[in-house]
């Protein structure tokens, strides 16, 4: 029998868990919720901060909803706009620069 969508999910989340299971316990993880909820301690200048890490499982099939999770996609569009907001950034201190010469 077919293991169902969350069946898949829930197999793919502890694949992973169990991928990164001694650098969460090397690193004085803990768990704050369930076990894919992990929170690892760091020190910044003094100041203990607690850096979150979340497994989820990506959509990995198309829906008549969504589509299914892709990285390349994801990072050409946040490169995309990242690009964007550089041009911008550029495009408002250039028209700065020219109206402080003004």
Same mark, same amino acid.
């Given at each position: 029998? =077919?293991?169902?969508?969350?069946? *898949? ?11 990164? #299971?001694? +650098?969460?316990?090397?690193? !004085?993880?803990?768990?704050? !919720? +369930? ?7 760091? +020190? *910044? $200048? !003094? %100041? ?5 890490? $979340? ?5 990995? *099939? @198309? ?6 999770? @892709? ?7 946040? $490169?995309? #706009? %990242?690009? *964007? ?5 550029? =495009? ?5 620069? @020219?109206?402080?010469?003004?």
């Amino acid at each position: 029998m =077919a293991m169902k969508m969350n069946e *898949i999910k829930e197999s793919a989340k502890a694949t992973v868990l169990a991928m990164l #299971e001694s +650098t969460l316990e090397n690193s !004085g993880a803990e768990r704050y !919720g +369930t076990p894919y909820n992990q929170a690892i301690p760091v +020190t *910044i $200048d !003094g %100041q203990e901060i607690w850096v979150k890490v $979340d497994i989820t499982c990506a959509q990995y *099939i @198309d829906t008549k909803v969504s589509k299914a999770f @892709d990285p390349f996609v994801k990072r050409q569009e946040f $490169d995309e #706009e %990242q690009e *964007i907001k550089r041009k911008e950034k550029e =495009a408002k201190a250039k028209a700065k620069a @020219d109206k402080a010469k003004a």
